[in-house]
């Protein structure tokens, strides 16, 4: 069965940094998305993704963060200047169609984000 | 309370017993998704059902929907003990919404 799948699986970087997280959805998805979980909280949305353009983001998404589709594969989350409180971890997820339209995300498994 | 809220937060049982969770939410929906997360992984799709229906099966998994009283079930029949993980409703708020906004989880152990 085809799924999401993300790399790094763990990144360790230092507080001011840039990471770029990555992911390749699955191939006949269009609508692509991250998520992110800070250790013992709820599942949070950043951004959803759409035709090569954000199609929502929350208020979480602000300028530290930007997302790219580079090349037909690849999903990318870029954070300019990581803070301590970025630390969590990061989903990729694709669908067939949008939410509202009752089509299932498929998550990845994650990429764990430690900032010091 | 906030948008999809689970009930219990912890839940422990028997192996070959049900296990019941509820979602309860503030706003209207287009529809409620429930997710599973074992530990450290990503989360599984398990179930969708739209605002218009009321209850939809999947093998050993029975949703309900009440939109009533702003409220969702998840049954699980016969548990074992790979059924052990952390539960998720979700919601889609209106029509062209693309986020799911999730609960706080139920975290389910199944003890064989």
């Known amino acids: 069965e085809p799924e999401v799948t993300q790399t790094p699986s763990h990144q360790v970087t230092q507080m001011g940094q840039e990471v770029i997280l990555r992911c390749v959805p699955i191939?006949?998805?269009?609508?692509f998305y991250w998520y992110r979980q800070i250790l013992g909280q709820k599942v949070e949305f950043l951004v959803s993704?759409?035709?090569?353009?954000?199609?929502?983001k929350s208020e979480i998404f602000d300028d530290q963060f930007s997302v790219e589709r580079p090349d037909g594969s690849n999903f990318t989350l870029k954070i300019r200047s990581t803070k301590l409180e970025d630390s969590a971890m990061y989903f990729c997820?694709?669908?067939?169609?949008?939410?509202?339209?009752?089509?299932?995300?498929?998550f990845g498994n994650g990429t764990r984000l430690t900032v010091t | 309370s906030q948008q999809g809220e689970e009930d219990p937060q912890a839940l422990s049982i028997q192996e070959g017993e049900n296990a019941t969770m509820n979602c309860s939410y503030k706003?209207?929906?287009?529809?409620l998704q429930w997710y599973r997360q074992n530990s450290g992984r990503g989360l599984v799709h398990l179930i969708l059902?739209?605002?218009?229906?009321r209850e939809k099966h999947s093998g050993r998994l029975r949703v309900t929907l009440d939109t009533s009283k702003k409220s969702s079930s998840l049954l699980i029949t016969a548990s074992r003990a790979a059924d052990t993980a952390s539960y998720f409703c979700?919601?889609?708020?209106?029509?062209?919404?693309?986020?799911?906004?999730f609960g706080q989880g139920t975290r389910l152990t199944i003890n064989p």
């Open positions: 997820a694709s669908s067939e169609r949008g939410s509202s339209y009752n089509s299932p995300l498929h």
């Open positions: 191939s006949n998805h269009l609508y």
């Open positions: 993704f759409y035709n090569n353009e954000i199609s929502e």
């Open positions: 706003t209207s929906i287009n529809n």
């Open positions: 059902i739209r605002s218009n229906e």
């Open positions: 979700a919601t889609v708020l209106i029509q062209g919404a693309q986020k799911l906004v």
